[in-house]
């Protein structure tokens, strides 16, 4: 059952309590692999369920257009204390309803609709925020895109240098959402400083990576960090805006009032909670061994004949290119989560293929490192995502089915925040 419990929902609204019931267990009978997702602890679970959700709270501590706030204002500014400690930074700001909300008070901060901007090109690993043409950023701005190199999957820095000397932009991002190998912030920085450029170091999947000492942090080196607090900081869906003192004012007036409104007070507690969290040693333990886990996993995968992007990973993410196992990224997507293994569909570098229907998929390791498995599993779970790509192939059902149940049967010894099984 979901815990905490949800007594006064199924008495209200049995129909939505069932279905939140059935979603507590399928994340518990699943290994949950997107490396965007995680699960929270039970604590943060019951501060984004809190009464802070009646309050609206427009404005900054100490600069409210709403009374009422001696509360929540203190709750506000103890997020902002625990993230300016956690991760060395001059200034915070807890207010972003998500990432992309984050990332585009950036661009209101520092640039002008028309203005050239950097990022990494979305099928090579980047995000839609960073410039892409779907995206406001790629209509009200002038994209500047760079690549990975076509033989090591990883980026390419002397590209990087060449289209920002060329193009001048004012924002240059870095950090992605498919990037599975260490971000290079000394490089980008020294490019950024030669062209005049603000560097936002887009950390969203990395977060609780650098929290915890599994990655290089790019303070010191990016004038802006953008980070959403779920993933793998372990925190409730919202967003971060870190930077040095230079550009605070400007990043605040950005978020309110040049973004949105009041913010919800109900996920700045549960920040608070999970940046407390996050400055725990078993915190630091769980971030290096998210990373483990994904080596042994990616090695197991190599073993098993699987094209990893770039040859592997140096944190939590995995990129598999399958041209070569003879399937696309969406049906192999759709078995495995058949099969009890959540993954999703994605582009590779180069990808021949459609967005909706790409050559790969991306999984990770961070919810399952929150369950308690180890590098000990990693050999295991690459033999069933071997075995189901091949039954997908031969559209073999049983295998499927069989795979599914021994998935269950692992994680039964395995406990999960937010699930318990009936007394």
């Given at each position: ?5 949800i ?87 807890v ?64 590209q ?18 498919a ?10 920085a ?55 003192a ?7 007036k ?11 007070n109900?996920?700045?507690?549960g ?15 769980y ?30 993410l ?31 570098p ?10 790969g ?7 399952l ?21 091949s039954a ?11 795979v ?7 994680l ?12």
């Amino acid at each position: 059952m979901h815990v905490p419990p949800i007594h006064s929902l199924t008495q209200t609204d049995w129909q939505l309590a069932e279905l939140i019931q059935r979603e507590a267990q399928r994340q518990h009978d699943k290994l949950r692999m997107i490396p965007s997702e995680n699960y929270v602890s039970t604590a943060v679970l019951e501060a984004t369920g809190s009464v802070l959700t009646n309050k609206y709270s427009e404005g900054y501590a100490g600069r409210r257009y709403y009374e009422g706030q001696q509360l929540v204002d203190p709750i506000e500014l103890l997020a902002i204390e625990r993230a300016k400690a956690l991760f060395g930074v001059e200034h915070a700001n807890v207010q972003p309803y998500s990432g992309s909300p984050a990332n585009l008070a950036v661009y209101l901060a520092f640039a002008q609709p028309g203005d050239p901007v950097m990022g990494m090109s979305l099928p090579m690993g980047g995000h839609l925020t960073h410039g892409w043409s779907v995206s406001v950023t790629g209509k009200w701005f002038r994209p500047v895109r760079y690549d990975v190199r076509r033989e090591t999957g990883r980026v390419d820095l002397d590209q990087v240098r060449d289209l920002a000397r060329r193009e001048r932009p004012k924002v240059i991002f870095c950090g992605g959402t498919a990037i599975p190998r260490t971000i290079d912030f000394p490089a980008f920085a020294e490019i950024a400083r030669e062209v005049n450029a603000i560097l936002v170091a887009d950390i969203a999947h990395i977060a609780g990576l650098i929290a915890g000492g599994a990655h290089p942090s790019p303070v010191g080196h990016a004038d802006v960090i953008s980070t959403t607090t779920h993933k793998t900081l372990r925190g409730p869906r919202g967003a971060m805006l870190m930077s040095t003192a230079e550009h605070a004012a400007a990043i605040d007036k950005a978020v309110f009032p040049g973004l949105q409104g009041g913010p919800h007070n109900h996920t700045t507690a549960g920040i608070a909670v999970a940046l407390h969290e996050a400055g725990t040693d078993s915190f630091r333990a769980y971030a290096h061994q998210v990373v483990a886990n994904a080596k042994a996993l990616a090695a197991a995968l190599i073993e098993r004949g699987f094209d990893l992007v770039s040859g592997g990973t140096d944190n939590h993410l995995i990129l598999i290119d399958l041209t070569s196992k003879g399937i696309g990224g969406k049906p192999a997507a759709k078995a495995l989560d058949r099969a009890g293994i959540e993954t999703n569909y994605n582009t590779v570098p180069y990808d021949t293929r459609k967005p909706f229907d790409p050559s790969g998929i991306r999984l990770g390791t961070p919810a399952l490192t929150t369950r308690g498995l180890t590098e000990a599993q990693m050999p295991q779970i690459a033999a069933w995502i071997d075995e189901v790509v091949s039954a997908a192939v031969k559209e073999d059902e049983a295998v499927l089915d069989r795979v599914a149940g021994e998935v269950r049967e692992l994680l039964s010894g395995y406990p999960m925040p937010g699930w318990a099984p009936q007394p």
